[in-house]
């Protein structure tokens, strides 16, 4: 009895002073701003499961089957030669056997590989540490070029504008983190000259992100992802933070800076502060068991559906709601029944497109045209003979009504006396691939170069499941109402003549070495837009020396389609502003021929019945979601090899000042004057 009585007083003392394991997620919930390290802290604190590591590279090994450029991107051709050499699948056999401290260190591997593809189609993005918080400075940055063509670093002008009506209250946090005479004087930091960042010349931040960022083939694209920028939303003007001031990750606690602020001959030092604040999209938790089970958890929109059952059909084929990879497509949110109907080719990325107004002050002052819709916005300029479309995007919530307004909106350019258009597609992030095709037949008219095809062949990967998903529409008429992608009455052969019903598609093969492997597509296939929902005008709008298309590079997908098919079938020229000097800047940043995610294709898989099969990838266990390239687009120059893997030099690069950054009215009318001559100056033509 003693002896018990002593071990049970000997059991409450040791309970007393064993410590208990710190819940560090529950130490952030409920808080819409912690610091980095705190969220780190909580991302970290999960183990690695050894069941749902080798189901996550299951699945991407067998998904990315489907991938078009799995083995071009093994060691991609000049001019990209040196910025994409990933091989996948060596990477994820290196993954599965080494052994991480974290699941979060796991991911981060995972994810950092398929960012080095360059490809802002081929992704891994994982709900439970991607944006989950996003990390913020109040002062992004911008490239300038002064009078004398000297390029420098700035804090941007409307650095305060921005963050203060962002950030609320937690600019407060900022204005206190300023040293000495500048605490609280956050605004006098707007439009200073950066000398330093991390006691380095600005530029090795700039270029060491770049090699990380992911999404464009370009260095120089990546460059500009650095800087903030602005679009066209679907409902206004919004404002890109850039890489340095916005990350998708909470691994940055600090950044310091040596600046001259505007009218002062002195340097300051200043040392900066990461905040992370709670995604939109994220959803809430009170401690860690919380935390994975409402964000890291496969849901029933993780994977694939038989779209032949019963329950599925009806959600799958009418909703309203986005698909879950809708929210880091960078477009506005579509209805999946639209996007099922219409084959879409747009950047994913780990950033959620932004929500961030841009100034007031910075935005057109006057009302856009009448026949303006959504992301597509159209003005005339003061000098009333230039229009401009203003595109954001490729894609709206409603297709027929963006279709339409773009062509009214074109007829009443010209009702107003417009003789040559400039296309802003600054941050277009791609979409519709059809009204790519017809953006790109409205302006320039009827001919050779838009009918019956105003867009790029392509070919789909055609594997051994590739084939047995056709074989099983076509033999077995598992896919009666023509709701798959695989079904051969949603293409044309290369002559483009629709295929029927009964034609195994995919067939002959083209056998091809690719880096050293065996690969094989299908047959060319041609237009899939044409005839249009809407009868084009025979005659086009502009000449194609009238029309200038202008972006930061960061035009992708179906913004690379419309754009290289201008460019190169018509001529039509192509500035990027604010690119440095001496970095070739491309005038598109990914290709592709269409794109898709794990869930489309795992749909494809379920309604044929093939989920069995030892190639079929099993259901993900994780909350994932993983994006390809579905279809492969063909050159212009080169018609036998990949259009992604071709020269996109951009004819001008036009540099930014403190007078036109981020002013879309100021920038249009300063490419306007120099564009619209029969000679451009010598400053702004960049070497070919």
């Not at 996948?88 to 991480?100: C, E, F, G, S, T």
């Not at 330093?196 to 960022?213: E, K, R």
């Not at 059952?309 to 709601?321: F, L, M, N």
Request: net charge negative; aromatic share 8%; hydrophobic share 40%.
């Amino acid at each position: 009895m003693i002896i018990s009585i002593v071990l049970s007083l000997f059991s409450l003392a040791v309970a007393k002073i064993t410590p208990v394991p710190l819940d560090y997620c529950a130490a952030i919930a409920g808080k819409q701003w912690v610091s980095p390290l705190e969220v780190r802290s909580c991302m970290h604190s999960f183990p690695v499961n050894q069941d749902i590591k080798e189901n996550i590279i299951e699945v991407l090994n067998k998904t990315i089957a489907m991938h078009t450029s799995v083995n071009y991107q093994i060691s991609a051709p000049k001019p990209f030669d040196k910025d994409v050499h990933e091989d996948l699948h060596k990477d994820l056999a290196r993954i599965r056997q080494q052994k991480y401290q974290s699941e979060f260190e796991f991911h981060l591997d995972i994810f950092h590989t398929f960012r080095r593809l360059n490809d802002g189609h081929c992704v891994v993005i994982n709900l439970c540490y991607d944006s989950l918080y996003i990390s913020y400075l109040p002062t992004p940055l911008v490239l300038l070029t002064a009078a004398d063509s000297r390029q420098s670093v700035h804090i941007a002008p409307e650095a305060f504008a921005v963050a203060s009506a962002e950030f609320g209250e937690e600019i407060e946090f900022w204005q206190n983190a300023l040293p000495g005479k500048l605490q609280g004087q956050l605004e006098t930091l707007n439009g200073a000259e950066v000398l330093a960042i991390n006691d380095q010349d600005p530029f090795v931040a700039v270029n060491s992100n770049a090699l990380i960022t992911g999404g464009y083939q370009s260095f120089g694209t990546r460059q500009n992802s650095f800087f903030s920028s602005y679009y066209r939303g679907a409902d206004g003007w919004l404002y890109q933070m850039g890489n340095f001031a916005q990350q998708v990750h909470p691994l940055t606690d600090v950044v310091k800076l040596a600046i001259r602020r505007v009218n002062s001959t002195s340097i300051d030092i200043v040392t900066l502060p990461y905040r992370s604040r709670f995604g939109r999209g994220s959803k809430n938790f009170t401690n860690s068991a919380s935390y994975r089970a409402n964000n890291c958890i496969a849901t029933n929109e993780t994977n694939g559906v038989d779209m032949y059952a019963v329950s599925h059909s009806t959600t799958q084929e009418h909703s309203e709601d986005p698909l879950p990879i809708g929210y880091f497509q960078q477009q506005p949110p579509i209805p999946r029944k639209e996007a099922r109907r219409h084959p879409m080719n747009v950047l994913v990325d780990a950033l959620p497109l932004s929500n961030i107004d841009l100034p007031e002050i910075m935005q057109p002052s006057k009302p856009a045209l009448n026949e303006s819709y959504s992301v597509a916005q159209f003005y005339m300029l003061d000098d009333n003979v230039t229009g401009v479309l203003a595109l954001g995007s490729f894609s709206a919530a409603n297709f027929s009504a963006f279709q339409h307004s773009l062509l009214d909106g074109l007829v009443e350019l010209k009702s107003l006396g417009a003789t040559q258009l400039l296309v802003d597609v600054t941050n277009n992030g791609g979409g519709y691939i059809c009204i790519a095709h017809w953006l790109h037949r409205i302006i320039i008219g009827s001919k050779s170069t838009t009918e019956p095809q105003a867009g790029l062949d392509t070919a789909t990967r055609a594997g051994t499941l590739a084939q047995l998903i056709v074989q099983k529409i076509v033999e077995d008429v598992m896919d009666p109402d023509a709701l798959l992608y695989y079904n051969p009455t949603q293409w044309t052969n290369a002559s483009n003549i629709p295929f029927s019903a009964d034609i195994e598609w995919l067939k002959p093969l083209q056998e091809l070495m690719i880096n050293g492997h065996e690969d094989a597509f299908s047959q060319r296939l041609g237009q899939e837009c044409q005839p249009f929902g809407v009868e084009p005008p025979r005659k086009g709008f502009f000449k194609a020396k009238d029309v200038v298309i202008i972006s930061n590079g960061r035009c992708a997908s179906s913004c690379s389609l419309f754009s290289i098919t201008m460019s190169k079938l018509e001529g039509v020229r192509t500035v990027v502003v604010g690119g440095k000097q001496g970095t070739t800047q491309q005038y598109c940043g990914v290709v592709g021929g269409q794109s898709t995610d794990f869930s489309t294709i795992d749909t494809e898989i379920k309604s044929v019945h093939l989920k069995n099969h030892t190639l079929a990838p099993p259901d993900l266990s994780a909350n994932i979601i993983e994006g390809i390239t579905w279809r492969l687009a063909y050159g212009i120059d080169d018609p036998t090899e990949p259009e992604e893997w071709q020269d996109h030099p951009a004819d001008i690069n036009f540099p930014l000042t403190m007078e036109t950054v981020n002013r879309p009215v100021a920038i249009w009318k300063a490419v306007s004057k120099e564009v619209f001559i029969s000679s451009p100056p010598p400053l702004l033509v960049q070497d070919k």
